[in-house]
């Protein structure tokens, strides 16, 4: 069974800094897509940024960007220039094909002004 | 732009009681799936749903859970008689729009209390 690992129970960054969020993942499929997923305190899930494992170039989406490392089943995210609004609990998953999500158990982050 | 809306956003409900949680997935969505997270602990899968039938579905959803579209529009999760560790905000997702189909898109979830 695929397993998503965040072993960062807890991060905190200055504001304007950046900060790397970790994120493992085991399966042993070859074609897969990674997320990660904000969940502020309203608890509503963001998607913040994905990946699809075919492709080699890392996602970016503004502030936000990813360190897809396929061999090794990595898959961390990059926030530049942190604002207070990224203050929240952020989840890696996985899933292949239209199977469902694999969720990691978050890594919640401060932001401190 | 299209959003997955859920309906009620708070549900309190007595030990052994049925409750029903809507969801209005995206309309041109072809996959509907439910989601659970216990207060402080990851989101959990429970179930997804594709051409009127159950697709998959996870060891938490056992015989006291159904899933339904009655009407094109509306995917419900029941839980026919509630536990107490049935308390937790319930995500509704849908995916399958042809651009982009494996992205799931998340409503704001129903927190629901056992008492």
């Known amino acids: 069974a695929q397993t998503v690992t965040q072993s960062q129970p807890e991060m905190s960054v200055q504001e304007a800094e950046t900060v790397t969020l970790s994120c493992t993942y085991d399966?042993?499929?070859?074609?897969?897509?990674l997320f990660w997923y904000k969940q502020p305190p309203s608890r509503q899930m963001i998607l913040v940024i994905r990946?699809?494992?075919?492709?080699?170039q890392n996602a970016t989406e503004n502030r936000f960007s990813v360190n897809f490392q396929k061999a090794a089943k990595s898959f961390s995210l990059k926030i530049s220039d942190s604002q207070l609004g990224d203050a929240a609990m952020y989840f890696c998953?996985?899933?292949?094909?239209?199977?469902?999500?694999?969720f990691g158990k978050g890594t919640r982050l401060s932001v401190i002004a | 732009e299209p959003e997955v809306t859920q309906t009620p956003s708070h549900q309190v409900t007595q030990m052994g009681q049925e409750v029903i949680l809507r969801c209005v997935p995206i309309?041109?969505?072809?996959?509907f799936y439910w989601y659970r997270q216990i207060l402080g602990q990851k989101v959990e899968f429970l179930v997804s749903?594709?051409?009127?039938?159950?697709?998959?579905k996870s060891e938490i959803f056992d015989d006291q859970f159904s899933v339904e579209r009655p009407d094109g529009s509306n995917f419900t999760l029941k839980i026919r008689s509630t536990k107490l560790e049935d308390s937790a905000m319930y995500f509704c997702?849908?995916?399958?729009?042809?651009?982009?189909?494996?992205?799931?898109?998340f409503g704001p979830g129903t927190r629901l209390t056992v008492l």
């Open positions: 997702a849908s995916s399958g729009d042809g651009g982009k189909p494996n992205e799931q898109f």
């Open positions: 399966t042993s499929e070859s074609d897969y897509y």
């Open positions: 990946q699809e494992a075919y492709k080699q």
């Open positions: 998953a996985y899933r292949s094909a239209y199977t469902p999500l694999v």
């Open positions: 309309s041109n969505h072809l996959y």
């Open positions: 749903f594709y051409n009127n039938e159950i697709s998959e």
